[in-house]
């Protein structure tokens, strides 16, 4: 049996705690709940990533992984959130013995600030002048770059007009996901976590069923199967430059994957170069980490996305010329397995009332040097500066910005913290 027919336990519903179910029964139809929303975010990593993007961040993973060495790696977020309270929240998941992680898995509740964390953009230091350099943003597949591409956003320029620029600098078209949070939540419970350093095995499976326990939670029991475990390790298995200049991406197919999305960036510290495998204009840091499945399918569908069938992919010449090293990204996505316990009653004069649900979301990545089939270590980034780095010494003139130093900020970008 196909994916599509497992992924909801119950019949009918409404989008709740951040979880969507079919809509059958009647809008008369009272819903209360859930108690408790857990979520569950499996990947599998090769080769690297960057940080913040489900990849390796420390320099020694990512030499193994750029040597070659170190295989899949697996990994899993677990987020148990409710609208009940302990004096001392605890929590546990008790996984299938094949996870390879332990028999059971504490979800900790973290320290909270008594207000949520302010998001902010990426912020230029004082000290800087005005900034200088710019962005190039290609997209699409193919051995030459479409007419009208690159789109250049010049930070010399930006504040003349900064709505065509940030109409410029977007990223992939996503509706928001709003996992469980501590912000969120009345009580909230993580694993991984500072209190157990336990981690998933590289040939550990989700198969069997789950059981989430605590005392601010409705014990919560679910089994997954074969087509809802991790998916499987995605590799480049080409990935040449070819003769005429550009490089030639080619990969695995992945069981189960319903979407693939390959970016890249590079350049150097007066110019950052972005490309993506959308046929739509995005710009190459906006890689999400996992998609929802009415997402895949609108994504795949106006081509943002390629397809689940499809295996190979041009990196135009254009984009090598700009940024002779670069780093590549690709990910694999498939739809979510949602339940919810009790199901939904067929008569809509009965109350459904949730006591909990459950999302379990899918993605396989890799990445590598762009054009590098026998990876070495990248150079020509500019290292920037890290908290507690030694100030300007008086008299020196402030230094303006780089492009670097504008992105660094941003999340998914080759660039140290």
């Known amino acids: ?16 705690g951040g979880i969507a179910v079919a809509t059958v029964a ?6 209360t709940g859930p108690v408790a929303v857990y979520w569950m975010s499996a990947s599998t990593q090769t080769g690297f990533g960057m940080p913040g993007a489900g990849g390796a ?6 030499m193994q992984a750029m ?22 929240p605890a929590a546990d998941h008790l996984p299938p013995q094949g996870l390879g992680a332990g028999a059971a898995l504490p979800l900790v ?44 956003i010049d930070f010399a320029t930006l504040s003349k007009n900064p709505t065509a620029a940030m109409n410029a600098f977007k990223g992939i078209d996503v509706r928001p996901q709003t996992p469980p949070s501590a912000y969120r939540n009345k009580t909230y419970g993580e694993w991984p976590n500072e209190r157990t350093r336990t981690s998933v095995s590289a040939t550990g499976s989700l198969v069997g069923g789950h059981t989430v326990r605590g005392n601010y939670s409705p014990q919560i029991n679910f089994s997954l199967d074969e087509d809802q475990d991790f998916l499987g390790p995605l590799n480049l298995t080409t990935n040449a430059r070819a003769p005429g200049g550009w490089v030639n991406l080619g990969w695995n197919l992945v069981g189960n994957a319903e979407a693939y999305l390959a970016t ?27 998609l929802t499945t009415p997402d895949i399918t ?27 090293q670069g780093i590549v990204q690709m990910a694999a996505y498939r739809g979510e397995a949602n339940f919810a316990y009790p199901p939904r009653p067929t008569d809509p004069k009965v109350a459904w009332n949730q006591q909990w649900a459950v999302k379990v979301r899918y993605r396989s990545a890799t990445g590598g040097l762009l054009g590098q089939a026998m990876p070495q270590m990248p150079g020509g980034y500019q290292q ?25 900020g941003l999340p998914g970008l080759p660039f140290p913290r």
Do not use: H
């Open 109 to 152: 509740s973290p320290k909270v600030t008594p207000t949520a964390p302010v998001e902010r953009g990426p912020e230029i230091p004082r000290e800087y002048q005005k900034p200088r350099g710019r962005m190039l943003i290609f997209w699409g597949c193919g051995e030459r770059a479409r007419p009208g591409q690159p789109v250049v």
């Open 384 to 408: 920037p500066s890290r908290p507690g780095a030694p100030a300007p010494q008086p008299g020196q003139p402030p230094r303006r910005p780089s492009a670097g130093d504008i992105l660094r």
């Open 1 to 16: 049996m196909g994916l599509a027919r497992k992924l909801v336990v119950v019949v009918g519903g409404v989008a709740v």
């Open 264 to 290: 890249a960036v590079g350049g150097n510290g007066e110019t950052v170069v972005m490309w993506s495998s959308s046929e739509t204009q995005s710009a190459g840091f906006a890689m999400p980490e996992y």
């Open 26 to 31: 009647s809008a008369q139809q009272k819903v």
């Open 67 to 88: 040597m070659g060495g170190g295989g899949a790696n697996k990994s899993l977020t677990l987020q148990l959130g409710s609208s009940q309270a302990a004096p001392a």
């Open 57 to 62: 961040a420390n320099p020694q993973a990512m």
């Open 298 to 324: 609108r994504l795949v569908g106006n081509r943002t996305l390629m397809g689940p069938t499809q295996r190979t992919c041009a990196v135009p010449k254009e984009v090598l010329d700009a940024m002779p």
